[in-house]
């Protein structure tokens, strides 16, 4: 069964740094991936759907890679602002049709 | 213009009573979820439905029922609630049930059982 983690659980940075986010997944048989965000007592905002045969996907300021073959996927988040502080949660689809949630990182970004 | 809307978004209840959360989703998605967020905020699905059909069905307690009147709408009904029901749960939705398709998810409902 898919196993997703996320590191750092939680991550501060100053305004304007970049920074990356980490997932790892050990089941590679994935169909795709896709990050998304949560804010504090609210619903999940997809940011970005990667698929299995894809490397990158951008937008905006946030480029996600996938490396499928050893279960990893990052987030790269450009010029980070206040408005960037949230829960960040990747979630590879495997299996029949599930997505499988890691436990998140919780970002804060300083002004 | 909510996508995917869910009601009520609180829900506060003692053990024992039956309730329901209703979710509606106004994007002409063909596929249906619902996830529960444990208090770790850990997402795990439930259910899905596609075309009105159950094709996913997690290992969850019968007492757990998945209603879909039509493609618009994915409601959950609980019977005879437990202390560890008390999640938030979230609707989805996706354009078809095909891996390609991104999942759209609603705010959630904070269900509180005492």
């Known amino acids: 069964k898919q196993e997703v983690t996320q590191i750092p659980a939680a991550l501060s940075v100053p305004e304007g740094e970049n920074l990356v986010l980490n997932c790892s997944f050990t089941d590679s048989a994935i169909y795709n991936l896709q990050w998304f965000r949560q804010d504090p007592g609210k619903g999940l905002t997809s940011l970005l759907l990667?698929?299995?045969?894809?490397r990158e996907q951008t937008s905006g300021r946030l480029n996600a890679s996938l490396d499928k073959s050893s279960g990893r996927s990052t987030l790269y988040i450009a010029a980070s602002q206040p408005g960037d502080s949230a829960t960040y949660l990747c979630a590879p689809r495997s299996g029949a049709n599930n997505l499988f949630f890691g436990t998140g990182t919780r970002l804060t970004v300083i002004p | 213009d909510t996508a995917v809307s869910q009601t009520p978004k609180y829900l506060v209840t003692q053990m024992g009573n039956d309730k329901s959360i209703k979710c509606e989703q106004n994007l002409g998605h063909d596929t249906m979820y619902w996830y529960k967020q444990d208090s770790k905020k850990f997402l795990k699905i439930m259910f899905s439905y596609n075309n009105k059909e159950l094709i996913i069905n997690e290992t969850v307690p019968n007492r757990f029922s998945p209603k879909s009147p039509d493609k618009a709408h994915l409601n959950l009904h609980i019977n005879s609630l437990e202390l560890g029901d008390s999640a938030v749960y979230f609707c989805?939705?996706?354009?078809?049930?095909?891996?390609?398709?991104?999942?759209?998810f609603g705010p959630g409902t904070r269900l509180t059982v005492t």
């Open positions: 990667i698929q299995s045969s894809q």
């Open positions: 989805a939705s996706s354009q078809g049930a095909g891996f390609s398709y991104e999942q759209y």
